[in-house]
């Protein structure tokens, strides 16, 4: 039983993967958001201190803020990023350049409105190996004018 599982983790080698919460915040108008997100992407050894790698990202949104008497909600995000990692013994930093699409929902009452933009964003992080494939990490990131402070669990297959 335990056979397919084995023999699938030696072709995964590379894959990484995460799962995490970000707060999103915009200030002014002082709005903020909460979203849980996962990535998934292919680590490539540039060399035994420095990595890259491409992932994709999604997140969905948990909360939501009122500004004005308007309810305002992140409805998801999707998108990609490349990661450098600057890797260490046990803790390592990493900068994210990012492409992601957030969904904007609000409404009052009975009017609705919604609103979807791609946004270049820019973070940096750093994480800790609590095992040679799980860790955990924080991250900021600035987008567009918002600050996504991020906290989560990488896993390497």
């Given at each position: 039983?335990?056979?397919?599982?084995?023999?699938t983790a030696a072709?995964?080698?590379?894959?990484?993967?995460?799962?995490?919460?970000?707060?999103?915040?915009?200030?002014?108008?002082?709005?903020?958001?909460?979203?849980?997100?996962?990535?998934?992407?292919?680590?490539?050894?540039?060399?035994?201190?420095?990595?890259?790698?491409?992932?994709?990202?999604?997140?969905?949104?948990?909360?939501?803020?009122?500004?004005?008497?308007?309810?305002?909600?992140?409805?998801?995000?999707?998108?990609?990023?490349?990661?450098?990692?600057?890797?260490?013994?046990?803790?390592?930093?990493?900068?994210?350049?990012?492409?992601?699409?957030?969904?904007?929902?609000?409404?009052?009452?009975?009017?609705?409105?919604?609103?979807?933009?791609?946004?270049?964003?820019?973070?940096?992080?750093?994480?800790?190996?609590?095992?040679?494939?799980?860790?955990?990490?924080?991250?900021?990131?600035?987008?567009?004018?918002?600050?996504?402070?991020?906290?989560?669990?990488?896993?390497?297959?």
């Open positions: 039983l335990l056979l397919p599982v084995i023999s072709y995964a080698e590379g894959v990484v993967g995460g799962l995490g919460a970000s707060r999103v915040s915009i200030d002014p108008p002082d709005f903020s958001a909460v979203l849980v997100n996962g990535t998934i992407g292919y680590q490539f050894d540039s060399s035994s201190e420095l990595s890259f790698t491409p992932e994709v990202r999604l997140g969905y949104g948990v909360s939501d803020d009122r500004l004005a008497g308007v309810k305002v909600e992140i409805s998801h995000a999707y998108g990609f990023d490349i990661r450098a990692t600057l890797e260490g013994d046990d803790f390592y930093g990493f900068l994210v350049p990012s492409y992601t699409k957030y969904k904007v929902k609000a409404s009052a009452g009975p009017a609705k409105a919604t609103a979807s933009d791609w946004e270049f964003g820019i973070g940096i992080g750093g994480g800790y190996r609590l095992t040679d494939h799980i860790a955990v990490e924080i991250s900021y990131e600035k987008v567009s004018d918002a600050d996504v402070l991020g906290a989560g669990i990488r896993l390497n297959f």
